[in-house]
């Protein structure tokens, strides 16, 4: 490796530079690990696009190169594990969110190696897109020259012929008719890689921490001790960034930065009962719980299957193949081939979680927490954490231990039969569930996989065995109100998008039925939808509709579901009739070939039907919309007057379509705004500009964000809606954190977990957080913001379509009035429509609502 990094050509500063802090045995090793996580993790068959491969092996490089930067400042790491070590509270005692006081210290003692840190930050600046390219493929150029492997194949005389070949090769592919470079495996190595693990070789970018995380003091200090780890994940957008360090320099991050920090404060431990549990079915090969079986199809090898897919061999009456039998047979083993890839790509998976466990059974940890875009929080380790699958969930359980009381063993009883999928009922109901089964339960405890297996009737079946494990030591223990519980116990909102949409539409009977009104039972919006479509349905069969007369009696709950649940998002129709499809296709009451046109139907039907019981919802979403619609296709008034002066060559006339065109490449304004806490969001969404890029391997073309390019302004319009609902549920989570500052808190979004004995305190504080957020006048800041932010912006005339006047007139603005000037630009600020009415509901209705989240 030595010698081909040698002969990558001229170095520049650059190179030099993080060569001279990185060795080559580490850039090696890198080097391997993320060639291998790449292709292991790629859509394409034992392989990966050269180009983002070359970027995500440049982006390893960066953060090595930073972590051991910042290792080469002794006094501030001793410092830093001094700091650690001190705020890590002692076992037993309730996690403290670290206050701005705190926060101060820190910064304070990192002011005092201000000289040292700036010399690492300085010349660490986050690497281009470029830079990051062109190191990856100086060190893929050295992995092709030097990764060798040899191949042996005994011969008929008897001898053994040895070959050694490249481990890695390059090649092209087509997609979408574009020819691109591809790097791939060689065939043994992708064999020997389908028979063992990769995961027990490759380690994640990041992991759980054993230390409470640093806490965040700008959005690029805070999380782990050394490795760099970003406050926000922008997609490397240049926009959201500059928004990021303007608010920084402003102090305006520091709520955000507190409720980060509340996260990951937050003490895990692995759930050993459970974990042994699955380490069992994995050791036995069988498919159980999410779990995938072991060598599926019969055990078949890679190799063989390729082989069948090349073999061009006579019938067995000597014939050859019609074209239409050799299609079908390589279809078929193409199909095989492709499912035992993704059931070894699950395995490997599960495994990973599964080890990942294992090092960590008897350790107290920590998961760091950043933000998206939209300001919602992740936990920064990927592959094991409490917003991941079912196995991840059944494997975490709070690392403390609190006595439950009396409320903690009803709500540890409620939390049972949420998870067994009993969360329709009132909460004495569920209660009933529970000890109506307390038999199935203690079985499912003793005996999880020789007995009836009662938990694994459940949707999230490694979750409610957790539960049944807790409840019955519990049960089992002399009082069972003294025992001391850290299973997390969830409360989720009622269709949280939707329950956003009622309060900020004050929508009296929408709010009825996503619980933010009081109520004896929970409302259920997806049962209700279901009624309304059956009542259509019902109609149209009466009057002769043979589609209906075959879905009659059959538009189920889950039928719906998805597509209610996805309105909030801005599902479209194609989609919302691919979701009603699949569930049609697993209903088995309709005929495949009538599938799509039925699917057609009932979509149509349900979102009529979710326009009537959320008129103030669709309302909305009709609005913030066009709000981002129209804001992507201005102008700035700098650039606007720029062009309004121009005049035309004498003699010479421009087109309708070429003065188009010529407005176009001026749409350039992504929407933009500031969420309740502070947080400026900006839509990423851009038409890509792609530069050549010339690297010691290959010329290349990237989409550099860099580069100025259009607004997509259909993106930026479809995803405002479901955006600006994310930033603010993502807000209530963070005022909620921050209210949680006594008790232990974790969140999955629009569900908050606690322990069993605090979730009445969580309730509180959600729907204290929850009116709060609601009693601001969250559309009409959003609309004078918009306003402000874009006052003096112009919108070529060209661009609005009939379609969009029509739809901007009957939503209130005066377009006749405004068209009728002729100009080339008009103001965006008079094509802003007025916002949709608000109804009656009274927000802090919520207090009292028990239903609300449960």
Known sequence: MDAALKSTGPQSAFDINFRRVLDNSL?????????????????????????????????????????????????????????????????????????????????????????????????????????????????????????????????????????????????????????????????????????????????????????????????????????????????????????????????????????????????????????????????????????????????????????????????????????????????????????????????????????????????????????????????????????????????????????????????????????????????????????????????SADHPLDGPGWWLKSEDPWQTLAACIELTEALRSDDPTKYKSRLPVHQDGSCNGLQHYAALGGDVEGGREVNLIPGIRPGDVYSKVATEVNKLVNQDAENGHDIAKALKGHIKRKVVKQTVMTTVYGVTFVGAREQIRRQLKDLGVIPVPNLYISAAYVATLVLRSIGEVFRGAVAIQRWLTYVARLVAKSIPPERASLLMTKVDVPGQSISANAQKAQDETELMTSMTWTTPLGLVVCQPYRAQNRTQISTVLQTVYIADPFEPAQADSRGQASAFPPNFIHSLDATHMMLTALACKDITFASVHDSYWTHAADVDVMNVKLREAFVRLHTAKILENLAQETLHRYSGYKIPRSSLSAKMLSDLKYMGVEVDKIMSQEKRYVDLASLIPPLPPKGDLEIAAVLKSQYFFA
């Open 27 to 443: 850039l090696a090793k890198v080097a391997v690990v993320e060639v291998i996580r790449e292709m292991t993790n790629s859509t394409i068959t034992d392989g990966a696009k050269s180009i983002g491969l070359f970027i995500a092996m440049g982006k390893s490089i960066e953060n090595e190169w930073y972590a051991q930067s910042v290792k080469s400042i002794p006094e501030l790491n001793k410092k830093l594990l001094h700091t650690i070590k001190s705020s890590q509270p002692e076992v037993g005692d309730v996690p403290k969110s670290l206050d701005k006081i705190v926060r101060q210290l820190w910064k304070r003692e990192i002011g005092k190696y201000a000289g040292d840190l700036a010399a690492v930050q300085g010349e660490h600046t986050d690497w281009t897109i470029n830079q990051r390219a062109k190191v990856g493929a100086m060190l893929m150029k050295g992995l092709l020259q030097t990764a060798k492997i040899t191949r042996s194949q005994v011969m008929p005389d008897g001898s053994i012929y040895k070959e050694e070949q490249p481990a890695f090769y390059q090649t092209t592919q087509y997609f979408d008719g574009k020819r691109v470079g591809v790097t791939k495996l060689n065939e043994a190595v992708a064999e020997r890689l389908d028979r063992d693990p990769a995961n027990v070789t490759l380690h994640p970018r990041y992991l759980p921490m054993i230390s409470p995380p640093l806490p965040w003091t700008s959005p690029k200090n805070g999380a782990y001790l050394v490795h760099a780890a970003p406050f926000m994940r922008t997609k490397d957008s240049p926009e959201q960034h500059l928004h990021v360090m303007e608010a920084h320099r402003l102090n305006g991050l520091d709520d955000i930065f507190q409720a980060l920090d509340k996260l990951g404060q937050t003490a895990w431990a692995i759930n050993r009962p459970v974990f042994d549990v699955m380490a069992v079915v994995w050791n036995s090969g069988k498919e159980l719980a999410g779990i995938p079986v072991r060598d599926p199809h019969l055990n078949l090898d890679v190799s063989d299957l390729q082989s069948e897919l090349l073999k061009n061999d006579p019938l067995e009456d000597g014939s050859q193949e019609s074209p239409r039998m050799e299609g079908e047979r390589k279809e078929i083993y193409r199909s095989l081939l492709a499912t035992r890839r993704s059931a070894y790509g699950q395995r490997c998976s599960v495994n990973y979680q599964l080890e990942i466990a294992r090092a960590y059974l008897n350790e107290t940890f920590y998961f760091p927490h950043n933000v998206d875009f939209r300001g919602r929080a992740y936990p920064l380790p990927a592959n094991l954490n409490h917003i991941g699958d079912d196995i991840s969930r059944g494997l975490l359980t709070f690392a403390e231990r609190k006595e439950l009381g009396e409320r903690g063993l009803f709500w540890l009883k409620v939390h049972l039969a949420n998870k067994a999928g009993y969360d329709k009922a009132s909460l004495d109901e569920r209660l009933a569930f529970t000890e109506g089964h307390l038999k199935d339960i203690n079985d």
